[in-house]
């Protein structure tokens, strides 16, 4: 090789070190206020992803809901202007509707038989949202869904005589409660506390950590001490930019995506516990409801709940979760 | 002659505690700490403030009873605590969370340090303020405060309220939110313009950033902010920074953001000179937002969001 090869090799060779190769950029939309429990876990695994994938893959992390609710995340996924999200069960069930059934009143009752029965249905939701465009890379558990009302609640009836809160945005769950004798007052969470103050509502369905932080247990200040329903969630990547990954250090980003999902939801769980805590501390009276009581919200849930809620969920589906769960009873009896 | 050395040692405890009080009441006055305020170095002073507070928090052991002279330290801290701690922090990005956090737990609890000696200022002048909000009960806690109370019911609120912002984990410090938001209040009911709109400022960030479940409101974001505008004339950067960092990015429009960040630039520090490091500050701040936009603007094409 001559003087002059050489130069130009080394050139060619310098130029090529100086252009690394394009970092995948995956931008993720959470409702999780900055700075929050989740919020940190999103942060370190933004921090984890790009040593991992020694700066091949960044993590750009939009809290505080700038990105939109649930459905507008959603939205914008199907269309790339976001490639991830994280997301309650409710947003997740719009996806793919069948989620719901893991996170039915009354149905799942303990965080043994929630993990034991998800992790048994996790393959078959994983690959159904992975149809739909959507690759799951934590699941988690949010929290117990609790009543919160400005009078005690024991038994149906006394939900009954108080207006109750409900997302609008569901109105086949507001028809099945209006059918069931409740009176319903269809709102968006920020209505909550205005609602509250003026009397239009006066309870609403919400895990301990969402009623501290949302300051609504200082005017509904009775929480049923029954478990209503599990809130679940989990952090969802559009597959068209998760496919563009090499397989190898996909797995490896998995992997690790997966542990933070962990830590996060006992960091999540330890709020909650510390919620309820000093909710009771300013206040807030926890009704214990016997079994009796508990009974007859049994009653009630299952009475209309399969035939009117669930008509359009795929019932094969349905029966899988059943059997798991009734597994698992077997198996801890 | 027990008795002589008594009335010597008494006369000289006596003067010791008149010329700490002195000292406390010089220092604790605004045009004491404007020596800080209208200096136009921030390294000079982030240098100087540490022994400041040491200094008035060893004035503040020998004279417990000075409302003033605890106000003065508490206000110091916060500060200090705030431009130096909390602000470079913020400003690391996750590769650099460890530190980031250590920073943040640190600021929260210097935040809470400012806070108690506040506390204590105000239990001086009305013995039954802690009673009350220990009870949850701040209208009885307030009833008896007045326009005297001021600077004490906003700086116990800025501590308390900033030492949340560190730790939005903190279950308590996030109950504890409508404490602040009360002690505001009533600051704008003693004085709409106290401290040239900082009342204001305080609610453009807190109706702007606040999700509207929490009491979020942008039409009383924008309200305050040109209150605030008004009541300083437009030369503090600040209210600009607050309603670019809430409104517009939970908006996430760009362009009023970019606008809103320039306006402040644009402000020369020498103007006011009474809040010439605030504004240095603020400006610092306003550059790195400016140029870290794309962390908190999700589109790509920023100038052309609506």
């Known amino acids: 090789m001559n003087y002059k090869n050489f130069i130009i090799t080394l050139l060619f060779f310098s130029l090529l070190l100086s252009f690394p190769s394009k970092a995948i950029v995956i931008k993720l939309g959470s ?14 695994l933004a921090y984890e992803w790009e040593k991992i994938s020694q700066g091949e893959v960044i993590l750009k992390v939009y809290s505080g809901g700038v990105a939109g609710d649930e459905a507008d995340m959603i939205r914008k996924m199907r269309i790339n202007q976001l490639n991830a999200a994280g997301m309650t069960g409710v947003g997740l069930s719009r996806i793919f509707p069948e989620i719901i059934t893991i996170q039915l009143p009354l149905f799942v009752q ?59 945005g569901d109105p086949d769950a507001v028809m099945l409660w209006k059918e069931s004798g409740f009176h319903v007052v269809p709102l968006t969470p920020s209505d909550i506390m205005p609602s509250l103050q003026s009397g239009m509502i006066e309870a609403f369905s919400a895990t301990p950590l969402s009623a501290a932080s949302y300051q609504w247990f200082g005017i509904a200040k009775n929480m049923c001490g029954m478990k209503w329903a599990p809130l679940i969630g989990g952090i969802v990547v559009n597959t068209s930019i998760w496919n563009k990954l090499d397989p190898t250090l996909a797995t490896k ?75 698992y009873r077997k198996l801890n009896k | 002659m027990i008795f002589v050395l008594y009335i010597f040692c008494f ?5 010791k505690k008149v010329a700490i009080d002195l000292i406390g009441s010089a220092l604790s006055k605004e045009k004491g700490s404007s020596v800080f305020s209208s200096d136009d ?60 956090e250590k920073s943040l737990k640190r600021a929260k609890r210097l935040y809470l340090r400012a806070r108690d000696y506040i506390i204590r200022a105000i239990s001086l002048k009305h013995s039954d303020f802690v009673y009350y909000i220990k009870k949850n009960d701040i209208n009885s806690a307030l009833r008896k405060t007045s326009p005297k109370d001021t600077s004490y019911l906003y700086w116990l609120a800025i ?41 204001h400022e305080f609610f453009i960030s807190y109706y702007g950033s606040m999700p509207e479940a929490m009491g979020g409101n942008e039409n009383k ?10 009541c300083s004339q437009g030369k503090k950067a600040s209210p600009y920074i607050a309603l670019a960092t809430s409104v517009c990015v939970k908006n996430q429009n760009y362009n009023e953001f970019k606008s809103l960040l320039q306006t402040a630039l644009n402000i020369n520090p020498d103007i006011d000179p009474e809040n010439r490091l605030l504004n240095i500050i603020s400006q610092q701040k306003a550059k790195w937002l400016l140029d870290h936009a794309e962390d908190m603007f999700i589109s790509q094409e920023r100038d052309t969001l609506p």
């Open chain 1, 31 to 44: 409702l999780a206020p900055q700075g929050s429990p989740w919020d940190k876990g999103l942060q370190k």
């Open chain 1, 110 to 168: 303990s965080n043994e038989e929630l993990n034991y029965v998800l992790s048994k249905m996790k393959p078959t939701f994983d690959k159904e949202l992975e149809k739909r465009g959507f690759k799951v890379i934590i699941w988690s558990f949010v929290g117990w869904v609790h009543f919160f009302s400005k009078k005690p609640v024991i038994m149906p009836e006394d939900l009954k005589a108080q207006k109750f809160f409900i997302w609008g």
């Open chain 1, 253 to 327: 980003l998995e992997a690790v995506a997966q542990q933070i999902g962990e830590e996060m939801q006992k960091e999540i769980l330890k709020a909650d516990e510390e919620a309820l805590n000093i909710m009771k501390k300013y206040g807030l009276s926890v009704t214990n409801v016997p079994l009796s009581a508990k009974e007859a919200w049994i009653k009630l849930v299952n009475s209309n709940l399969e035939t009117k809620y669930l008509k359009n969920i795929n019932k094969d589906l349905f029966e899988e979760v059943k059997r798991h769960l009734n597994e």
């Open chain 2, 11 to 15: 006369i000289g405890c006596s003067v």
């Open chain 2, 41 to 100: 170095d921030p390294k000079l002073i982030g240098d100087a403030l540490p022994f400041a507070i040491k200094l008035y928090e060893s004035l503040a052991a020998n004279s417990p009873k000075n409302p003033q002279l605890l106000l003065a330290t508490g206000k110091a801290i916060c500060m200090y605590t705030y431009a130096y701690i909390q602000l470079p922090a913020e400003q690391l990005s996750y590769s650099n969370l460890e530190e980031k």
């Open chain 2, 159 to 199: 501590s308390w309220m900033a030492a949340f912002t560190c730790d939005k984990s903190d279950i308590e410090l996030m109950v504890d939110i409508p404490k602040s938001v009360a002690f505001v209040h009533k600051v704008l009911e003693f004085n709409p313009k106290y401290n040239y709109g900082s009342a």
């Open chain 2, 221 to 230: 974001a924008r309200e305050h902010f040109a209150k605030a505008i008004e």
